[in-house]
């Protein structure tokens, strides 16, 4: 079902205009912001690229944007910039997209200039999910703040995002947030990644590895009240949720599957302190186990807390801030818009 909203009238938005497109996996979001990051309004519907491909997913995003703009009431050049968030990487070189791993057949596509073509949008700026969130929590959200944030994305996968004084860290090749594939554990037995390697972060901590590694628990008969809620059916998606919910009803081993998830994350965002040393470290993604509305929540942060204050150099944790993401689904499309605005801000100077 399509979804719009009127935020804040054009006529009390402070100008300039700026354009978020959010394109998630299975959702497109698109916000008119103003320069102080209000959401003047709102556009939402899901979306089916297996059928149309690259060009005709990007023919769709440019009839959304177009009607939004429409219903806003304002035309394509009241839009000083634009920018997209997309799930997966661009060759900074070519501005052609690598493959993204929930859309192969991307390989290659010109997706921001084939956007500015369809519609007459002056410039659309790329940016990878996870720095467009971190963007936006950065901006307006739970890190406001700070001058450098890190946003761990907790999904299926685990990502990063990462913005410094105002920048995005994209890196040569455009994956500079490719934090799941940090090696936490060297060892022969370490367990595999979904990319084809042993010992990464995601192969620990992400929502699929805590439901494989829930399942293996189950296997062994541990006594948990998970085996009343997990069976041989149950979807690998629906676990994680689960074991929150056990570990919030006082399940001992739902909690200690929730405890050594945050360990894990605690351990690699040791490395990431260590290599960035940013200001403040928020979690956020699917799988954040109730965050802080909920004693397990709060139990996760705990442990992800202990975790680094004891293993990293204390220069660095000190007066580090870690907490949970606040924006939550909203972030793509503010951090987009945030991160073309800067990049417009910066061409202005230079000029
Ligand atoms: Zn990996």
Redesign the pocket.
């Known amino acids: 079902m399509n979804e719009e909203r009127i935020y804040l009238p054009v006529s009390e938005a402070a100008a300039p205009l700026y354009l978020g497109i959010h394109f998630g996996s299975f959702n497109l979001k698109i916000g008119v912001i103003d320069s102080e990051g209000h959401t003047v309004s709102y556009f939402a519907t899901p979306h089916n690229t297996a059928e149309c491909g690259p060009d005709g997913a990007a023919r769709n995003i440019a009839a959304a944007v177009r009607e939004t703009l429409e219903k806003t009431g304002i035309g394509v050049k009241d839009i000083t910039a634009a920018g997209i968030s997309f799930p997966g990487s661009l060759d900074p070189r070519t501005e052609k997209l690598h493959r993204p791993p929930n859309f192969p057949d991307w390989l290659g596509y010109p997706l921001p200039a084939k956007l500015m073509e369809y519609t007459g949008l002056q410039s659309v700026l790329f940016c990878n999910n996870a720095n467009a969130a971190a963007y936006g929590e950065f901006w307006i959200g739970a890190a406001r703040d700070s001058q450098s944030v890190c946003l761990v994305l907790l999904d299926d996968g685990i990502g990063c995002g990462t913005i410094v004084e105002g920048r995005e860290i994209k890196g040569a090749n455009g994956f500079g947030g490719e934090f799941?594939?940090i090696i936490i554990d060297p060892s022969p037995g370490a367990r595999w990644?979904?990319?084809l390697?042993q010992g990464?972060l995601?192969a620990y901590a992400s929502a699929t590895a805590v439901a494989r590694r829930t399942r293996e628990m189950l296997e062994v008969g541990l006594s948990t009240s998970l085996q009343d809620r997990i069976d041989k059916d149950t979807p690998l998606a629906d676990i994680p949720k689960l074991v929150f919910d056990e570990a919030d009803r006082g399940d001992a081993l739902a909690m200690q599957i929730v405890l050594d998830t945050a360990r894990f994350l605690g351990l690699g965002i040791v490395s990431l302190l260590h290599t960035l040393d940013p200001e403040c470290v928020l979690l956020g993604g699917e799988m954040t186990f109730g965050i802080r509305h909920s004693g397990t929540g709060e139990m996760f942060l705990k442990r992800v807390r202990e975790e680094i204050d004891q293993r990293a150099l204390k220069d660095l944790t000190e007066n580090l801030k870690l907490g949970f993401a606040k924006l939550g689904a909203n972030a793509g499309f503010v951090g987009a818009a945030g991160l073309a605005r800067e990049e417009a801000l910066l061409l202005t100077v230079v000029e």
Request: hydrophobic share 0%.
């Open positions: 799941g594939h990644c979904n990319c390697q990464h995601e």
